[in-house]
């Protein structure tokens, strides 16, 4: 088989709701990263935030908000897949039909900065490669004490750093907000 591996992102989150810095990122790890695809991934029943809009509305925003982009999709797993809880077994498991792709998760330096917290982070680190959106807030110093909390994981953390200067000011939390001001 000659066929190079394809190489696929996966953004998860509430995407309550799904906004433009979320396409931006996507976009940006498409391009900077030489992905050829992007997998969105809503989170069901997040245990880390509050949602406002069920479960189903905002898969429906996300897939609307997808339509045009020839790139970037909800992830094409079944729903029941979506429910699962976001551990590194389940998705082994439901990733595991997709064995001629690899995947890096894209994710915040705020949330790798607490990966030695996550349930298991050695195998996480050990199995995943990450595509991290350096944020304006995050610093060298972070991702140093990330290294040394890490002690001999450290060596199998598989990093590629994204800029993305749009999305630095976007949260789906300020969105809620500012329509809730008015």
């Known amino acids: 088989n000659n066929n190079p591996m394809r190489h696929t992102g996966i953004l998860t989150g ?14 940006a790890a498409h391009e900077q990263c030489s992905l050829d695809a992007v997998w969105f ?11 406002i809009a069920s479960y189903d509305d905002r898969l429906a925003m996300l897939k609307l908000a997808l339509m045009d982009e020839a790139t970037l999709q909800v992830a094409p797993v079944s729903e029941i897949s979506f429910q699962r809880p976001h551990t ?17 998760f894209i994710v915040g330096m705020d ?14 680190v050990t199995n995943t490669s990450f595509i991290v959106i350096h944020r ?36 789906s939390t300020k969105l809620r907000q500012a329509l809730t001001i008015g």
């Open 14 to 27: 509430t995407f309550d709701p799904v906004h433009n810095g979320h396409l931006a990122i996507a976009r």
């Open 41 to 51: 991934w809503p989170n069901p029943d997040p245990t880390h935030k509050m949602t």
């Open 88 to 104: 590194i077994e389940n998705f082994q498991a439901v990733l595991q039909p997709f064995c001629d792709q690899r995947f890096s």
């Open 111 to 124: 949330t790798l900065g607490r990966i030695d917290t996550w349930r298991n982070f050695e195998s996480v």
């Open 136 to 171: 304006s807030d995050s610093t060298d110093a972070d991702m140093y004490a990330l290294l040394q909390r890490l002690g001999e994981s450290e060596k199998k953390l598989r990093v590629e750093l994204l800029d993305v200067p749009m999305a630095a000011g976007l949260s």
